[in-house]
Antibody, heavy 120, light 111 residues
Framework: EVQLVESGGGLVKPGGSLRLSCAAS????????MNWVRQAPGKGLEWVSS????????YYKDSLKGRFTISRDNARNSLNLQMNSLTAEDTAVYYC?????????????WGQGTLVTVSS | QSALTQPPSASGSPGQSVTISCTGT?????????VSWYQQHPGKAPKLMIF???HRPSGVPDRFSGSRSGNTASLTVSGLQAEDEANYYC???????????FGGGTKVTVL
């Protein structure tokens, strides 16, 4: 059974940093592109970042470039998102998501999400 | 403002059909065969219902179908059931710059 379990969310002050992690199991992790998708409270879905199976291709939402860094450790079946210089607009549930395709956004498995709250 | 445009709401009675539109541009929905639809119940993670315009993942009822005409994709739910009441989001691949864009979501109500 495919499982994606996020961790690392919490309350952080504006300007602070947070590192999210996602533990994957039940599939051959290194064969799949992985993504982070977020959802602000009461709002829609927003794609954040993508990393290919071998980490050779990395993409970010334009407005987040320079502040967020995605990475993965295939030996540990884990996906990470380092978030810096956080603002209130980054408050959201962050989902770890598997992509069925190399590119395309066919997001077939989602974690339960981890809530990030940026507030003083 | 979302990159893809969806109606905020749609409704139908049990057994009826409802169709949700998702309008993009010739740089996303109209260009790539990577349009997906997701169902999200309150407090839950989204679930993939349709991928690559019209393909259903294993386990998704055939009451759900997807199509596309030009820059507009559509999701049709036939034979509406109470459990279909949820928010539905479309997404499209948009090239290596924007990568994936989502619609703002449509709340489907079963009357």
């Amino acid at each position: 059974e495919v499982q994606l379990v996020e961790s690392g969310g919490g309350l952080v002050k504006p300007g602070g940093s947070l590192r999210l992690s996602c533990a994957a199991s039940g599939f051959s992790f290194s064969r799949y592109s992985m993504n982070w998708v977020r959802q602000a409270p009461g709002k829609g879905l927003e794609w954040v970042s993508s990393i290919s199976g071998g980490s050779g291709n990395i993409y970010y939402k334009d407005s987040l470039k320079g502040r967020f860094t995605i990475s993965r450790d295939n030996a540990r079946n884990s996906l990470n998102l380092q978030m810096n210089s956080l603002t209130a607009e980054d408050t959201a549930v962050y989902y770890c998501v598997r992509d069925l395709s190399e590119v395309g956004g066919n997001f077939d498995y989602w974690g339960q999400g981890t809530l990030v709250t940026v507030s003083s | 403002q979302s990159a893809l445009t969806q109606p905020p709401s749609a409704s139908g009675s049990p057994g009826q059909s409802v169709t949700i539109s998702c309008t993009g541009t010739s740089s996303d929905v109209g260009l790539y065969n990577y349009v997906s639809w997701y169902q999200q119940h309150p407090g839950k993670a989204p679930k993939l219902m349709i991928f690559e315009v019209s393909h259903r993942p294993s386990g998704v009822p055939d009451r759900f179908s997807g199509s596309r005409s030009g820059n507009t994709a559509s999701l049709t739910v036939s034979g509406l059931q109470a459990e279909d009441e949820a928010n539905y989001y479309c997404s499209s691949y948009a090239g290596s710059n924007n990568f994936v864009v989502f619609g703002g979501g449509t709340k489907v109500t079963v009357l």
